[in-house]
């Protein structure tokens, strides 16, 4: 099955470095408008941008008659001047609004994640303590979600695990997020949680206390089964019970302010993944617990991820 997740994230020199398309463009009045299409028929491989090449080449060629012809003395040269004055605004002004959706393509792809129900994927499931309290506006809302997604991108991309690649779904007040199985599931424990915390601890040490973020985390992993509407299926509903468990919510409240990350890994990804062991991960800093939430009761084992802050001298 595939599915369609969100575009992908451009750097900021990316973004800079791609501005040559309106550069090109505006520098040579138009006559070089034909260049940056034929680049963005190349990295988009659509043949419709060929047409546009076509298209500009013909109206840049117009374009250096008028102006040919405009130097002529008499008054065909100075309509035609005229006109290649107007049109040369004309141009630049069209070419720079088709550049700009090209450029949005090529910068923001869309990527396809193929996923098939019966797949064997990691799961981790996020989700931010408070979000709703009393106080927060729209803009707090809207500031919080785009910090902890772009320091959540940024931990699974540090971790190896391609954020692209991964199905996210947006809960509102958090995120969940399945791994294709071709990334080793311990990944999602190291160096994921640590760089996370102490990301979201640095962040929480310089912004106001409105700002600040906390979250819960949960991790597990099985067969995922898809439907119309996404992903579904027991491992699913157990990582939501693990989330909303009254054990994670209280160890949130419970750790110290400098800890902004509480976690809760299922019984059966400690067994599968972490007691066979693997460079850097640290079982004994997890303990088991039981969880008991709704109509499930079953073991679990939290974690309480220590930030590790690097101060430059």
Known sequence: MAVETGPARASTAQRVVSLWYFVVVIASLGVLAPLP?????IRLRRALVLLYVVIY????CGLIYLLAVGETEGDVGAVMAVSWFFGTILLIAVSCVHLALLRKQILYPQRTVWVESGMHCGLFSIDIAGFGQVGRSSDVFVQVRRMLFGLL??????????????????????MIVVVPPH??????????LSQLAAELAKYNVVTEPALRIRVRVAIHAGEV????????????????????????????????DGSPVVVL??????????????????????????????ETE???WLHVPTPVIRVLP
């Not at 299409?37 to 028929?41: E, G, I, L, T």
């Not at 439907?227 to 209280?250: C, Q």
């Open 298 to 300: 079953v073991l679990a």
């Open 37 to 41: 299409f034929v680049h963005a028929a």
């Open 183 to 192: 990334f080793p599931k311990f990944r999602l424990l190291l160096p994921l």
């Open 265 to 294: 890994v299922s019984d059966r990804f400690h067994e599968d993944v972490q007691d066979q062991g693997g460079p850097g991960l640290d079982t004994m800093s997890y303990r088991q617990v039981l969880v008991h939430e709704k």
């Open 153 to 174: 991108a940024d931990a699974f991309e540090t971790s190896g695990i391609a954020w692209n690649a991964c199905l996210k779904r947006d809960t509102g007040d958090g």
């Open 57 to 60: 080449s013909s109206a840049s």
């Open 225 to 256: 089964t898809l439907d119309e509407y996404g992903v579904t299926g027991r491992p699913k509903v157990l990582l939501a019970r693990l989330l909303d468990s009254r054990v994670l919510r209280d160890a949130l409240t419970e750790a110290p």
